[in-house]
């Protein structure tokens, strides 16, 4: 199982961004996907995530309203939309998956795959 995280860069605050996060070797639709990141000099802390199949989703507090994930279960794919960034935004963030499970767990031990993380740097 590999996967694949992509569209991390430089943005304003405010901006928005979409990370994508590519699957192959594990059908998404029996998966559920985590998002994590981890900023410099802490802990990879849980993001959001999703029950790819059934949508259902879970997101940190932190995030909550300003964050969106989805997946495109022809791509194999699961996205991260990222509106209204503040710097405190910055961070690799990573994405994980693991069988389907009912909750979505926000531990990052409950996830077997990760992917090589992608760097996202939001300037005031």
């Known amino acids: 199982v590999q996967l694949q995280a992509s569209g991390g860069g430089l943005v304003q605050a405010g901006d928005s961004l979409r990370l994508s996060c590519a699957i192959s070797?594990?059908?998404?639709?029996?998966?559920?996907v985590g998002w994590f990141r981890q900023a410099p000099g802490k802990e990879r802390i849980f993001v959001a995530g999703?029950?790819?199949?059934?949508?259902?989703?879970n997101f940190a507090d932190s995030v909550q309203g300003r964050f969106t994930i989805s997946t495109d279960l022809i791509k194999n794919t699961a996205y991260l939309q990222m509106s209204s960034l503040k710097p405190e935004d910055t961070a690799v963030y990573y994405c994980?998956?693991?069988?389907?499970?009912?909750?979505?767990?926000?531990?990052?031990?409950?996830?077997?795959?990760w992917g090589q993380g992608t760097l996202v740097t939001v300037s005031s």
């Open positions: 994980a998956a693991r069988a389907s499970t009912t909750w979505i767990p926000t531990d990052k031990g409950a996830y077997d795959y």
């Open positions: 070797g594990r059908t998404l639709s029996s998966s559920t």
């Open positions: 999703i029950r790819a199949g059934i949508g259902r989703t």
